[in-house]
């Protein structure tokens, strides 16, 4: 089970939009619509913010979508606000009852 | 109140073991598997394992395979972690998480974090 891929840092300007990638495999990313997305602020929990690769679950702006195609998954962030600058980390469904983790995405709001 | 609370930080010594304790409240205990993760300090986030609080059932990360064991207590809410052998490397923030239902396969709830510290 090896760690999905993420660039170590992203930025945009205020009212911009970025957009975060997530590389896995055939046997995690591309072969599950299981794709979540968690913000973690320094020194907190991380907190769910897409699930099954584009949901939002309640209380999430719809700044935030995301999307699939093969073994990349894609967080993007639009109309960029200061409060978006975190940490932000992708996980898939790998199969027989087992997850794997991004490595993480530094998103800084220039 | 919807929450999980966790026990608080630990010290270790290598070779020790660790326990940590994540307690649910606000929602039904049994509904919901629960998953812990964990973080070395300004790293990225690591699946270690899962338990199914009704049936019992658990899942490890194959890396953790051996010396982890998660347990649940449904008298109380409560899921356990427990880490054997410990080294540096176990210097972490280990956090439980409740599975979202339906099959979403994502965490929709989570603990505060446990940090533990392996030193000898």
């Known amino acids: 089970q090896s760690a999905l891929t993420q660039p170590p840092s992203a930025s945009g300007s205020p009212g911009q939009s970025v957009t975060i990638s997530c590389t896995g495999t055939s046997s995690d990313v591309g072969d599950y619509d299981s794709v979540s997305w968690y913000r973690q602020l320094p020194g907190k929990a991380p907190k769910l913010m897409i699930y099954e690769v584009s949901e939002r679950p309640s209380g999430v702006p719809d700044r935030f979508s995301g999307s699939k195609s093969g073994n990349t998954a894609s967080l993007t962030v639009s109309g960029l606000q200061a409060e978006d600058e975190a940490a932000y980390y992708c996980s898939s469904y790998a199969g027989s009852n087992t997850w794997v983790f991004g490595g993480g995405t530094k998103l800084t709001v220039l | 109140q919807v929450q999980l609370v966790q026990s608080g930080a630990e010290v270790k010594k290598p070779g020790a073991s660790v326990k940590v304790s994540c307690k649910a409240s606000g929602y039904t205990f049994t509904g919901y598997s629960l998953h812990w993760v964990r973080q070395a300090p300004g790293q990225g986030l690591e699946w270690m394992g899962r338990i199914n609080p009704d049936s019992g059932y658990t899942k490890y990360a194959q890396k953790f395979q051996g010396r982890v064991t998660v347990t649940r207590d449904t008298s109380i809410s409560t899921a356990y972690m427990d880490l054997t052998r410990l080294t540096s490397d176990d210097t972490v923030i280990y956090y439980c998480?409740?599975?979202?239902?339906?099959?979403?396969?994502?965490?929709?709830?989570w603990g505060q974090g446990t940090m533990v510290t392996v030193s000898s």
């Open positions: 998480a409740r599975e979202k239902p339906g099959a979403t396969h994502a965490f929709d709830l």
